[in-house]
């Protein structure tokens, strides 16, 4: 697709063209909006909301305020409640945390991998028995 057609699709899309994607170069706009569009935006298995929510929970972890900032607006156009967006920026947070102690502590793989096995398995159990 050229250039201007896909511009075109964008500004028809989003009502315009970001200027962050007017320069990108010419070889990555194609890329970066097929992508876009195609997973993005679409519905796909993942509802847009909480897509959305997850790109925010990640922004919050890169220190990204464009990120976070687009993510939070649109998780609120995809119907995401004030409650849901400090949800999701409070995982992304717990997610860092954890994973800076984790790593930081260099814990042993196979045994984290084993003890969160262990754990999927006991919660399993634990609620059947109380569906029983």
Known sequence: MAIQD??????????????????????????FWTLARDFWLA????????????GLAVSGATRCKYCALFHTEAARLFGATDEEIAEASLMGSLSMMGS????????????????????????????????A
Not at 11 to 30: D, S
Not at 43 to 54: A, D, G, M, S
């Open 6 to 31: 896909t511009f075109q699709e964008i500004e028809q899309t989003l009502g315009l063209v970001p200027e962050w994607i007017r320069q990108m170069p010419e070889g990555g706009v194609n890329g």
């Open 43 to 54: 519905e796909t298995q993942v509802p847009n909301k909480y897509k959305e929510l997850i």
């Open 100 to 131: 800076t102690f984790i790593n930081a502590q260099q814990i042993d793989f196979e045994q984290f991998k084993q003890e969160t096995l262990a754990i999927v398995r006991y919660v399993k159990e634990h609620e059947a028995s109380q569906a």
